[in-house]
């Protein structure tokens, strides 16, 4: 059992550049969700996704997309990267507890 | 939408001491409260949660009190150890709704 998957683990990019971050996760689980996670900020929501087919706004949703592909997967895509967008991202899915994935360091320049 | 704010930000006290970090929510219809432990570099790990139908629960040194009047929940940590140092966060949600609201986190060291 795997559990939450994340890749990259790291990225750079450029400003206007375009990336998907990937999430995954075995544990057949319906609702899984994007964090971001900036120093002093705590982890803000991004985008959900309550079950497969299905995906809803966080508290910072833009400038980003999201693709719920499966019930496994769990998509988080910058169209045109920004500086702002320098973060640390977390997937997390749930039943019961949200269980995280390790997490994408993205720093944009 | 909900709000959560957490206190202190920062924390510091000597291994064996207690340490405790607050939490308060505005949503009266929160019904959940987990607390995350964040090592270094790592992922938020669920340490303890409760839910409004008690005001407290134990697991072994962590505690988590809630008091719903007020709108305020509590993370209690005794004999503390040089492994509890991390990060610490608190959470609200409507159980059930699956979208939890977190603090700005509580840097927890523990001196030795």
């Known amino acids: 059992n795997a559990g939450v998957t994340q890749t990259p683990k790291f990225q750079v990019l450029k400003t206007g550049q375009s990336m998907t971050l990937q999430c995954a996760q075995d544990?057949?689980?319906?609702?899984m969700y994007w964090y971001r996670q900036d120093p002093g900020m705590g982890l803000r929501l991004i985008y959900y996704?309550?079950?497969?087919?299905?995906?809803d706004k966080g508290e910072v949703p833009n400038g980003y997309n999201v693709s719920r592909l499966n019930k496994r997967e769990f998509s988080l895509r910058l169209e045109s990267a920004a500086p702002s967008q320098t973060s640390v991202y977390f997937c997390a899915s749930l039943f019961g507890e949200q269980y995280f994935g390790p997490g994408t360091r993205l720093t944009v320049t | 939408g909900e709000n959560v704010e957490q206190h202190p930000s920062t924390l510091s006290v000597q291994e064996g001491d207690s340490a405790v970090i607050k939490c308060t929510y505005s949503?009266?219809?929160?019904?959940?409260f987990p607390w995350y432990k964040q090592e270094l570099g790592k992922r938020p790990q669920l340490i303890i949660d409760?839910?409004?139908?008690?005001g407290e629960k134990k697991d072994q040194r962590i505690a988590v009190t809630l008091n719903k009047t007020a709108k305020h929940f509590s993370l209690h940590i005794t004999e503390t150890q040089p492994e509890d140092s991390a990060v610490y966060f608190c959470?609200?949600?409507?159980?059930?709704?699956?979208?939890?609201?977190f603090g700005t986190g509580t840097r927890l060291t523990i001196i030795p």
């Open positions: 949503d009266s219809a929160s019904n959940y």
């Open positions: 544990m057949n689980h319906n609702s």
């Open positions: 996704s309550a079950s497969e087919g299905t995906t």
């Open positions: 959470a609200a949600a409507l159980f059930g709704n699956e979208k939890l609201t």
């Open positions: 409760i839910r409004s139908n008690v």
